[in-house]
């Protein structure tokens, strides 16, 4: 083997190879130009305008609406808001829908934080946990004493996707499901959970900032009887704070208009264009590309070896000790193709790939193109 003759920042991609578009973050995400316009031209009537009056709780009540069909919601279900992202969800959710002690998947960085939140909560017991080795799924059981169950319909730190549904025997337990980055990309039976919550950063091709959750009766039921029992909550936290604002079409204090617009242009897009199942066939065939690329490939390999759990959003790529993976991120992104990199704290030689609605799958095949040309010219 000859030595390399480049080094990541003087690799130079044909621009026959290049994707149309260079962004393939994890999130936040590649949003629709059409998307950016759209919020210009209602520059002057929508942004800078209260959030309690007409014209912004007009394009709440569209948000809410375009989830609920989005998600195919049940009878009885509804759409609730407010601000600060699914981290502040799980606050929220430690005070107003757990109600002793709750049962948790732990698959990656994202699924253990909440398992810390209520680990940490003092008036909760300290909750029950099955964990997983990065890149594996955890089996969805029954467990005593619970009174809700927690885990991620997707795992974006590791690419790792779970079955959204009950456990079998338990049906008193709320069922909690963080979705932040699979909503509106991965199919699932929303009869399955009782709060499928998300923000918008990711498959809805927005800002972050702003929780969105599809509560159940149950779950409605849940934040009511725990608010009349007088537990406390600071009030950005109050779900029923949330819930009696929400139903205003409103949130409880200012949010980000820009987040709230761009996500409702993105969920009149999937829904105008066939609704979640065209999202996801559009989310299957990039996978489909990326795994296939990287099975033939000598140099890399998908990180989640059972192909039942490899995401259809979010894939995380393996490579031997031949490459470093970072030098690929880095002669990526000096060709304008940005936030390829691994996650950060699993430490491994990888590179991780959102493949949302927004991307197109033609971009994701350039994107396998460009990474075979820059390793040709690292290994020499």
């Known amino acids: 083997m000859s030595e390399p003759t480049f080094t990541p920042d003087t690799i130079a991609i044909p621009s026959a190879l290049l994707p149309s578009d260079g962004r393939f973050g994890s999130g936040p995400s590649k949003f629709r130009p059409e998307a950016a316009r759209a919020l210009a031209e209602r520059a002057v009537d929508y942004l800078g305008t209260s959030h309690r009056k007409a014209g912004v709780r007009k394009t709440v009540a569209e948000l809410r609406a375009g989830i609920s069909q989005l998600l195919g919601a049940p009878d009885g279900y509804e759409v609730l808001l407010g601000n600060g992202g699914a981290t502040a969800f799980w606050d929220a959710a430690s005070f107003g829908l757990i109600e002793r002690r709750s049962h948790h998947l732990s698959l990656g960085e994202f699924s253990s934080k909440f398992v810390a939140v209520t680990d940490a909560a003092p008036h909760l017991a300290a909750p029950s946990v099955r964990a997983a080795d990065f890149g594996e799924a955890a089996p969805l059981e029954t467990v005593e004493g619970v009174d809700a169950y927690c885990y991620p319909h997707n795992e974006t730190s590791t690419g790792v996707m779970l079955e959204v549904r009950r ?50 009766p149950a779950a409605v039921e849940r934040v009511e009887r725990i608010a009349a029992s007088g537990r406390w909550a600071p009030a950005f936290l109050d779900l029923k704070a949330a819930l009696d604002n929400s139903r205003k079409d409103q949130t409880f204090n200012t949010p980000a208009l820009a987040t709230v617009f761009l996500t409702v242009q993105q969920i009149d897009w999937v829904n105008g264009n066939g609704g979640l199942e065209w999202a996801a066939e559009r989310c299957d065939r990039s996978a ?57 704290k699993i430490g491994r030689n990888q590179l991780r790939i959102g493949m949302f609605p927004a991307v197109e799958p033609a971009d994701i095949e350039a994107l396998t193109r460009c990474i075979d040309h820059i390793a040709e010219r690292l290994i020499g």
Do not use: H
Not at 289 to 311: N, T
């Open 167 to 216: 456990p079998a025997g338990d049906d008193e337990a709320l069922v909690l499901v963080d979705a932040t980055s699979a909503a509106g990309g991965l199919r699932f039976d929303p009869a399955g959970c009782d709060v499928y919550y998300f923000a918008p950063q990711k498959a809805l091709a927005s800002d972050g900032g702003l929780w969105i959750a599809m509560f159940s």
């Open 288 to 344: 489909e590309i990326l795994y296939g690329w990287a099975e033939a490939s000598e140099l890399a390999s998908p990180f989640v070896a059972v192909e039942s759990a490899r995401s259809r959003v979010v894939a995380t790529i393996e490579f031997d000790d031949r490459i470093d993976a970072g030098d690929i991120s880095a002669a990526l992104r000096a060709n304008g193709i940005v936030d390829t990199d691994g996650y950060r």
